[in-house]
Every structure is written in structure tokens, then in C-alpha cells.
């Protein structure tokens, strides 16, 4: 009679396991006050286990492989399953940024005076003509002021005084070093009416549309209305 060949006492089990994991990239969202999330995150895997017959389970945390002997006839329970923590990214939101409100935009208040008016009037007229506009000169209002009041108190009407001063040395006296021109008028009321006196006299009117002067000063004396226009470079 053939003797039996003893069982193994025991059956091997191998448990193998591997996984891959992939790389996660955090995606920066719109800034803060936009309808959309502020950041998303996108993880790719891939694992990957080789079948095993008894059901076994691999840890899907790292790459290694692990074995172990269970006795036949015995069950071996699983491992437990855990998952990697998933890394997160918080983004603050910037900063509200705050520009500074602009300062106030000034103008200088508009010379409604008589002698403003005629300034005015005379710009507009340099303005049709093609030419820029005059600026006013605290020196050459000095000297044109001055001169008319001087006509008025010693009643004459010539550009060169009594003295024989003549217009371009009154500018410089009174401190604009480049004289240009001088228009003078008398009796009229208002800047329209000795503006309408001066456009309409062929000198004068070259004067008021000399597009090389840049700069102005009028002066005006109401006891016998003297009117003084003078120019400068």
C-alpha cells in the first residue's frame, strides 16, 4: 500500500502592493470680488496593483511592496485603508488698492474789470486772425495805467510825455524789460466801443493782430477816459 505524502501545513500567501502618485497643481483663480472661485486644486493619479488571487489589498500610500505568511485554513484581514492628506493652498486676496482723488482743478477767477473786457476782446480778435492768445503783464499794466492817468492829470494825448519820455522807455520803468507796441485812444465809454475804435484804424489794428507779441497790459482813466494799450515780446 502507497503511503501518503503529507500535506503542507500551510498555504503562502503574498500580498503585493504599489502606487504611484501624481503631482498636484494649484491653479490661482481670478482676483477677490470675482463671481468665480478664488483657487481650485487639481490632483493627477495613477496606481497601479498587481491582481492578487486572495483578494488582498495594497496601501495606495507609497511605492513599496510588503509580504506576508498566513497559516492555511485562517483568514487574513486586511489592512486598513488610508488616504494621503491632500495638500492645500490658501491665496489671500490682494489688498484693496486706493488711488487718491485727484486735487480740485483751480481757475483763476475772470477779469470782468473794463480793462479785462478789453483783453478779452482782444484775444478774440487775435484768435480769428490766427494768432495766440496775450497774457496779461503786472509790468506792463503798471506802465499803460500809468500813462493814462498822466495824460488825464495833465490833459494831453501823445504817446511821448511832456518830457519827451517815450513809450518803450515808460515800459521799462516800470520794469518790463521788451517793449513791442502802444495803442491809446480817448473818450470812448466801453471796451466794445474803443475796441471798435482801434480794429477800425489800420496801426492800431496791426498792433492788436501782431502775432509775434505774447504779452499785454491796458490801463484806463475815467476823467476824460484815457485808454493805454501796451505790448510786449
Known sequence: M?????????????????????AGTLLSGPAAGSSADQSRLSVDSTSSSRPNPRGSLAQPT?????????????????????????????TP???????????PVTTAPADTSTQGQVVSL?????QDAGCDPLTTDTGLTTAAQ???????????????TPEGVTFDQRIRNAGYSRPGAENIAKGARTADSV???????????????????????????????????????
Request: hydrophobic share 35%; glycine share 6%; aromatic share 6%.
Open 62 to 90: 507609497s511605492s513599496a511592496t510588503s509580504t506576508s505568511t498566513t497559516p492555511a485554513g485562517q483568514s487574513s484581514a486586511p489592512p486598513p485603508v488610508t488616504s494621503a492628506p491632500v495638500p492645500t493652498t490658501t
Open 122 to 126: 482782444v484775444n478774440a480778435a487775435r
Open 146 to 160: 500809468r500813462h493814462a492817468s498822466d495824460m488825464a492829470s495833465r490833459d494831453y494825448f501823445e504817446h511821448t
Open 2 to 22: 502507497r503511503a501518503r505524502r503529507p500535506l503542507l501545513p500551510a498555504l503562502t500567501a503574498v500580498l503585493a502592493g504599489a502606487l504611484v502618485a501624481g
Open 195 to 233: 475796441m471798435e475804435l482801434w480794429m477800425n484804424s489800420p496801426g492800431h489794428r496791426a498792433n492788436i493782430l501782431n502775432c509775434d507779441l505774447n504779452t499785454i497790459g491796458v490801463g484806463l482813466d475815467r476823467d476824460g477816459f484815457y485808454w493805454v494799450q501796451d505790448f510786449g515780446f
Open 93 to 103: 486676496p490682494p489688498p484693496p488698492t486706493t488711488t487718491a482723488a485727484p486735487p
